[in-house]
């Protein structure tokens, strides 16, 4: 990775080209930061300047031999940890980081603002919390105690070390004080706090401090082509964070499905207008239970939000424009009368299509109450 595709950053870029430069390269350090922050992007942006064979001033060049196995996540000299799950089902061989890395690579190239729910999610770990567990230890001493292949470092990069199984970390210890020549440990941590102590204090800290706005509005605006007030506000909930800011673009894109339907429901419920319905239950039954039962959690939340409206405190509600516009010309709708048995058919439903009700006559159901309850 360069470090002009890391978003922002500018002040931590400038100190680690610095330390490069001056051959003051710390070999063990922590790039720490909250998820999103691109602390992981950095670590891999520096890892590739160091082994650059034609380096400039700023950046790695990008197209020589090392920079382009390293943006492969292929270099012989640039190894990779991560928490992993134990063991394969119905295997009964207990896993190595070096067992999921074309997972790892195809994951990182998708992209490096990662986070580990969704790399859990990636190599399907189901249930697992991710673990770096006691044995990688010995993977990562004999890789280390190899000379290096083709490039001047040989770097590790450990990602998410607070994920460590103490006896890893303990296995390391010396390593990480005292490893070979020019042999550099990249932590790339959330929360060091959780790291262990004798780790932690062989490291030398990079603290990266949330993304600043301005260039998380430009890169979501560039890359993810967002209109410019819509890149604001979604900076502006993400706090620093493009993993977040992604996430919330994704969520965006369903809430206003989920709003579409939600006014559907409500204006055809109230005229009783049951062909509509019937036309709409197709698409809602290519949707899935998963994406019904988290309508009808977004309905309940659109129904509480319309109340509050409606009683004049709408202040504290948090809504997209068109769900602010439709809310206050619904709220009239939705009072003390029959608030509670609104959001109790919602909840009802909801619990239906849990227990594998027949959505159509779910729906229909509770299309019926609601329209009762609407005129009321
Ligand atoms: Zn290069």
């Not at 670590?43 to 020589?64: F, H, K, M």
Request: glycine residues 4%.
């Amino acid at each position: 990775m360069l470090f002009q595709s890391v978003i922002g950053q500018t002040y931590i870029k400038q100190k680690l080209l610095q330390t490069v430069q001056d051959g003051r390269v710390s070999h063990a350090q922590l790039f720490w930061g909250t998820e999103g922050s691109g602390n992981l992007p950095l670590a891999l942006a520096y890892a590739q300047y160091l082994n650059c064979t034609r380096r400039t001033e700023t950046d790695s060049c990008g197209v020589c031999p090392s920079c382009n196995k390293v943006q492969k996540f292929i270099h012989p000299d640039l190894h990779f940890v991560f928490p992993i799950f134990n063991k394969k089902k119905n295997s009964s061989r207990e896993l190595y980081c070096d067992d999921l890395l074309p997972q790892w690579r195809s994951f990182m190239l998708q992209d490096p603002y990662a986070s580990l729910p969704l790399w859990l999610e990636y190599i399907a770990a189901e249930n697992a919390q991710g673990t770096i567990y006691a044995r990688e230890a010995d993977a990562i001493t004999r890789k280390l105690s190899l000379k290096a292949y083709e490039s001047e470092y040989k770097i590790m990069v450990i990602w998410l070390p607070e994920n460590m199984h103490p006896t890893a970390a303990n296995k390391l210890l010396k390593l990480v004080e005292e490893p070979p020549d020019k042999t550099v440990f990249l932590f790339v941590s959330e929360d060091p706090n959780r790291i262990i102590k004798t780790i932690l204090s062989r490291t030398m800290p990079v603290h990266i401090p949330p993304i600043d706005k301005q260039s998380l509005v430009a890169v979501l605006e560039q890359r993810n082509n967002l209109p410019a007030t819509e890149a604001a506000k979604v900076a502006h909930i993400a706090e620093g964070s493009y993993s977040q800011a992604l996430l919330l673009i994704q969520s965006t894109k369903e809430a206003k499905e989920f709003f579409e339907w939600f006014a559907f429901i409500m204006r055809n419920a109230y005229t009783a207008n049951f062909l509509e319905l019937l036309e709409w239950m197709e698409e809602l039954a290519k949707a899935g239970r998963e994406k019904q039962k988290n309508f009808l959690l977004y309905a309940q939340r659109m129904l509480r939000e319309s109340f509050m409206m409606n009683r004049g405190t709408d202040s504290i509600v948090y809504l997209m424009d068109e769900e602010s516009q439709f809310a206050r010309k619904f709220s009239p709708f939705v009072n003390e009368r029959n608030v509670e048995e609104l959001f109790r058919e919602f909840n009802l439903a909801e619990g239906h299509i849990a227990q594998n009700g027949n959505p159509k006559i779910v729906f229909t159901d509770m299309f019926l109450k609601i329209g009762k309850l609407l005129r009321k």
